[in-house]
T-cell receptor
Framework: KNEVEQSPQNLTAQEGEFITINCSYS?????LHWLQQHPGGGIVSLFM???GKKKHGRLIATINIQEKHSSLHITASHPRDSAVYIC???????????????FGKGTHLIIQP | AAGVIQSPRHLIKEKRETATLKCYPI?????VYWYQQGPGQDPQFLIS???????DKGSIPDRFSAQQFSDYHSELNMSSLELGDSALYFC???????????FGQGTRLTVV
């Protein structure tokens, strides 16, 4: 089973700061997901990436397949970015079929005005 | 754009009762996943379905069962509810091979 480690667990920053959240996993994967969970509980998919880098607005996600590591960056952070950011990878229970995702513990991000 | 729809959004049940959670995937998505997220915990994979057949099984208790119907919606049936079943239950859908999973808003189940 894939193991996922995220860091930091908690992060408080000032508005405008550049934020980096890291994710490492133990087993080679086809794709990694970055998800955002707001206090109400809903989960939103931010990125799914299998190589290189993706950018969406102020969010940037990178992945290094060889090192089994991914990072999520937020530029010009804003209080509305406050949420839990979760890294998730295929669980690889069977190596095939519709494998579920294994989630990291999440990074609780608070952006203060 | 249509998203993954879960119903109900909130559910309160007593111990030993039965609950049924429903998930309607994004149109043309053939794969559904169920996750359970306990208070303060990360989501745990329960079970998945592809083309109406069970595909993978995670940490789903024997008291729970699920199925995917001909219209691809899925239902999670939970019997003999226990206090520890109180959690947020997420459904996600994808097209197999598409990798990207889209999540519903979740059903918050409270067992009292």
């Amino acid at each position: 089973k894939n193991e996922v480690e995220q860091s930091p667990q908690n992060l408080t920053a000032q508005e405008g700061e550049f934020i980096t959240i890291n994710c490492s996993y133990s087993v080679g994967i086809s794709a990694l997901h970055w998800l955002q969970q707001h206090p109400g509980g809903g989960i939103v998919s931010l990125f799914m990436l299998s190589s290189g880098k993706k950018k969406h607005g102020r969010l940037i996600a990178t992945i290094n397949i060889q090192e089994k590591h991914s990072s999520l960056h937020i530029t010009a952070s804003h209080p509305r970015d406050s949420a839990v950011y979760i890294c998730a990878v295929p669980t690889m229970y069977s190596g095939g079929g519709a494998d579920g995702l294994t989630f990291g513990k999440g990074t609780h991000l608070i952006i203060q005005p | 754009a249509a998203g993954v729809i879960q119903s109900p959004r909130h559910l309160i049940k007593e111990k030993r009762e039965t609950a049924t959670l429903k998930c309607y995937p994004i149109p043309r998505h053939d794969t559904v996943y169920w996750y359970q997220q306990g208070p303060g915990q990360d989501p745990q994979f329960l079970i998945s379905f592809y083309e109406k057949m069970q595909s993978d099984k995670g940490s789903i208790p024997d008291r729970f069962s699920a199925q995917q119907f001909s219209d691809y919606h899925s239902e999670l049936n939970m019997s003999s509810l226990e206090l520890g079943d109180s959690a947020l239950y997420f459904c996600a859908s994808s097209s197999l091979g598409g990798n990207e999973a889209f999540f519903g808003q979740g059903t918050r189940l409270t067992v009292v």
